[in-house]
């Protein structure tokens, strides 16, 4: 203390008793800790410590990086969000003044900022950056959500098993299965939308070829009346652009219908009861396909709305499985085993993957094979490996995938298909999995 001010670097903070003022907060000094709101954190020269990571106080503001954020009581304002100071967290033991760290127990580490609320910074700041071992090959999150739900699911199981002997705080079981949940139904949701939406496509064209049987009827009738080629007799029935042909597009049909209704109201004497001609019907085509339009637009927008809420809790899976992997490494040793419990590989020493269990084959098109197989522990890719019978002397490797299925072309039609499928990830390649063999459709 230098009299009433607290010397931090070139930065002097008013000392109220046992208060530090920061701008116009005030912060409980207690002994040789700083005080935000249940959360001790040393000072050491002109940085506040927390854990392993380094911050610049400057003035009423923490530098990160080059990133200042507000304190505010005991939350840090950025932009206009507010982040609780780490409550949940194990607190380092704090310092206040020049001396040396003592009983310092380390901070998590993340690579983002995240807090309670789980909103994370824009800029992450140089002091938050993952431990070693963090983002290791065989430890990424992976991007096919078939492959997403099934490291979700050996997560949730890791979590069930482990969470209350590891620590687990901020990723837990009930945490991991509701995202899991969340992104099977958001998806089972967008599958129907589809299909609603598919339903509605179908409608309206069958809808449509019946209003352009309608409309080629009506052209037969008028043929007669005015004539095969188009002249003025024909500008008032609406046929558009100088042609007395059925015009090629849904909207120059449906346009055409609500002329047709004007042309043979006006003029009742040309109306063919017989071959559905008249005015009344239509109205009918106009009405039906415009309906049709309209029930295909709303599906669109449902589809899409659907398709948000797929997105959004797709994202949301892979940020909860993004933050476990995080926080599994404040928690485990990097050659702790109980990383296999989660699906993942041991930082330290990282394990090629399982073997692919099972191998299903589909007959597609012709030609065509579709080989699908459950996710292997560790793997972050799939090489599948084919054998035509009386062609091909071994395996031939084709292109890696991501996902769990994969479409194998080029065959004939009657040839016999062998597929292996063998995983794999940066630390090296599993067994191949089981032999599966089809005719190829």
């Not at 070829?209 to 007669?224: M, Q």
Request: with cysteine; charged share 20%.
């Amino acid at each position: 203390m230098v009299k009433d001010y607290l010397l931090v670097g070139g930065n002097r903070f008013v000392a109220l008793k046992d208060y530090l003022l920061v701008g116009e907060n005030r912060f409980v000094v207690v002994k040789d800790y700083l005080l935000m709101g249940e959360n001790r954190f040393v000072v050491v020269k002109d940085y506040l410590l927390v854990g392993g990571n380094r911050f610049a106080v400057l003035k009423d503001y923490l530098l990160v990086g080059g990133n200042r954020f507000l304190v505010l009581k005991d939350y840090l304002l950025v932009g206009e969000n507010r982040f609780t100071v780490l409550k949940d967290y194990r607190p380092a033991r704090c310092l206040v003044g020049h001396g040396t760290k003592e009983n310092v127990e380390p901070m998590p580490n993340y690579e983002t900022a995240f807090y309670d609320s789980g909103v994370f910074y824009d800029t992450p700041g140089t002091g938050n950056q993952p431990k070693k071992g963090t983002h290791m090959a065989g430890n990424r999150v992976p991007n096919g959500e078939n492959e997403l739900l099934a490291l979700g699911e050996d997560m949730a199981d890791g979590c069930h098993n482990h969470e209350v002997d590891i620590g687990l705080k901020h990723n837990k079981e009930v945490d991991m299965r509701a995202a899991l949940t969340a992104l099977r139904n958001a998806e089972a949701g967008f599958t129907t939308a589809r299909g609603n939406r598919q339903d509605a496509m179908d409608a309206l064209h069958a809808t449509d070829a019946t209003v352009t049987a309608f409309l080629a009827a009506t052209r037969s009738v008028l043929i007669r009346l005015l004539g095969n080629r188009w002249s003025s007799a024909w500008l008032p029935t609406g046929f558009p652009d100088l042609s007395t042909a059925v015009p090629a597009t849904q909207e120059k049909r449906l346009n055409l219908c609500a002329s047709l209704k004007i042309y043979f109201t006006n003029i009742p004497a040309q109306e063919v009861a017989a071959m559905g001609v008249t005015a009344a019907n239509a109205e009918t085509q106009f009405q039906a396909l415009s309906t049709g339009r309209d029930v295909l637009g709303t599906k669109d927008e449902l589809q899409t709305t659907a398709k948000q809420a797929r997105d959004t809790a797709y994202n949301n899976l892979r940020k909860r499985e993004h933050d476990l992997i995080n926080e599994l490494a404040t928690l485990l040793a990097d050659d702790d085993g109980r990383w296999h419990a989660f699906g993942l590989s041991m930082p330290a020493d990282p394990n090629a993957p399982e073997s692919v269990a099972s191998v299903t084959l589909t007959p597609g098109a012709a030609g065509k094979i579709v080989a699908d197989w459950p996710r292997a522990v560790r793997a972050t890719r799939y090489r599948p490996f084919v054998q035509v019978v009386g062609v091909d002397t071994d395996f031939v490797a084709r292109d890696a995938v991501h996902d769990l299925t994969v479409n194998l072309t080029g065959f004939t039609t009657g040839q016999t298909v062998k597929v292996q499928i063998v995983a794999a990830n940066d630390a090296g390649e599993a067994l191949p999995s089981p032999t599966q063999q089809i005719v190829a459709p």
